[in-house]
């Protein structure tokens, strides 16, 4: 089971008690062009939509595609923008010390 923010959205906007329901998995599964067992599946928290799909559902139930990323995923993802924001501020301290103008030296 994968709980991800978007699976508890896409759970809310097809469930016809919800005061948040959109449409049938039905009708999104003919939207997407899927079976309604495959939207049933992502409901469930047994699988997790492929990349399109999680485009296709923002566009249609307005449910942002990151919000399909587990913590462990968001993890990997924040590690990597710090590791590259570390690496750009190395390399820019590095390169203005190499554009300093050279020092005269002594005869």
């Known amino acids: 089971m994968v709980r991800t923010k978007a699976g508890r959205a896409l759970a809310r906007a097809v469930d016809p008690s919800s005061n948040r329901f959109r449409m049938s998995q039905s009708a999104l599964a003919r939207m997407l062009g899927i079976s309604q067992p495959s939207v049933s599946e992502w409901v469930r ?5 492929e990349p399109h799909f999680r485009d296709a559902l923002e566009i249609i139930l307005g449910i942002p595609r990151d919000d399909w990323m587990t913590a462990a995923e968001r993890a990997v993802v924040a590690g990597a ?4 924001r570390a690496l750009r501020s190395f390399e820019g301290e590095h390169a203005a010390h190499e554009c300093s103008p050279a020092r005269p030296t002594s005869p």
């Open 81 to 84: 923008a710090r590791a590259m």
């Open 45 to 49: 928290l047994r699988s997790r939509p």
